[in-house]
Nanobody, 122 residues
């Protein structure tokens, strides 16, 4: 497993922006962000592959941007135009290998961060 350290998050008003960071202890093939709101299942937000490909959930496309710094082994999630429905605990996930599963499948990842809270008020 890879050690993941998250930072960022906090509280912001609707329409505002936040940036999340997640530093991995070593190279990863894929890094992603998931989120879980109270009473809801955890869902994939965005993922970035070491080769440069990125992918997003429909709910955040056009508002969030994921980027991966392969030198620093760090993934960033820039969140703009935040909405109250973006309120959730955000988790970083990573895996060093390809395994054929969809990026949004939790089982795809063998390493998880501790989570960071994002709260958007209306």
């Amino acid at each position: 497993q890879v050690q993941l350290v998250e930072s960022g998050g906090g509280s912001v008003q609707a329409g505002g922006s936040l940036r999340l960071s997640c530093a991995a202890s070593e190279y990863t093939y894929i890094m992603a962000w998931f989120r879980q709101a109270p009473g809801k299942e955890r869902e994939g937000v965005a993922a970035a592959y070491s080769g440069g490909t990125t992918t997003y959930a429909d709910s955040v496309t056009g508002r969030f941007t994921i980027s991966l710094d392969n030198v620093k082994h760090t993934v960033y999630l820039q969140m703009n135009s935040l909405k109250p429905e973006d309120t959730a605990m955000y988790y970083c996930a990573a895996d060093r290998r390809w395994n054929g599963r969809m990026w949004s499948n939790e089982l795809r990842y063998d390493s998880w961060g501790q989570g960071t809270q994002v709260t958007v008020s209306s």
